[in-house]
C-alpha cells in the first residue's frame, strides 16, 4: 500500500512506514514489542524551562517505564491548561514537536511533590542525578488533576 502510515502506541507520533525502523521516530518506544512499553496517563499542562524562565505548552507522558515530555510545536493555540486528556490527544496527534522536551526513566525519579510557587502550585520532579523539573498541571474542571498526577507518579515508579 503506497502512504502508509505507522501511529505510536504510546505517543501517536504518526510516520511514514517505509522510514520507520524498529523504533518511534519520536519517542523511541519499541514498536515492534508495544507490550513493553504502555502509556498509563496523559495530560496537557505548562513545562517551565530551567534556563530560558520560559514555559511552554505540552503534553505529559507516563508509561509503565518513564516520564517523559512533548512541547506543543509553535504556533499551536487554543490550549489551555484546562484542556486535560483532549488537548493532550490533539498534541500527540499532530500538535507536537518531533523532539522530547525530557525523557526520565522512573527508576531514575528521586521524588515528585506539590509545591507553592508564587500564586499557584507546580509539581516538582528531582531525580537521582540532582536534575529538577518544574510543571504545571492544573485543571480548570479538575482540582486535584495535579495531585492524582503526583499520586500516578509515586506509585509508576514506587515512590515510597
Ligand atoms: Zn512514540
Not at 525530557?102 to 521524588?111: A, G, K, R, V, W
Not at 528531582?126 to 486535584?144: G, H, I, P, V
Not at 503526583?150 to 506509585?155: F, S
Request: aromatic residues 6%; positive net charge; proline residues 1%.
Amino acid at each position: 500500500m503506497k502512504n502508509d502510515k505507522i501511529i505510536c502506541h504510546v505517543c501517536a507520533f504518526k510516520m511514514e512506514s517505509k522510514e520507520v525502523k524498529d523504533n518511534c521516530q519520536r519517542c523511541g518506544t519499541d514498536l515492534q514489542n508495544p507490550e513493553k512499553e504502555q502509556l498509563q496517563k496523559i495530560g496537557v499542562g505548562n513545562y517551565v524551562r530551567k534556563n530560558i524562565l520560559s514555559q511552554c505548552l505540552c503534553a505529559l507522558f507516563l508509561t509503565n517505564k518513564r516520564l517523559f515530555l512533548v512541547a506543543a510545536r509553535k504556533g499551536v493555540l487554543g490550549f489551555g491548561s484546562d484542556a486535560g486528556a483532549s488537548g493532550a490527544i490533539a498534541l500527540r496527534q499532530g500538535g507536537g514537536s518531533k523532539e522530547l522536551e525530557f525523557s526520565i526513566p522512573l527508576e531514575n525519579i528521586q521524588e515528585v511533590s506539590e509545591k507553592k510557587i508564587k500564586l499557584s502550585k507546580s509539581i516538582i520532579i528531582k531525580t537521582k542525578d540532582n536534575e529538577e523539573y518544574n510543571l504545571n498541571m492544573q485543571e480548570l474542571f479538575n482540582k486535584k488533576a495535579q495531585e492524582e498526577w503526583v499520586e500516578a507518579i509515586t506509585e509508576e515508579a514506587a515512590i515510597q
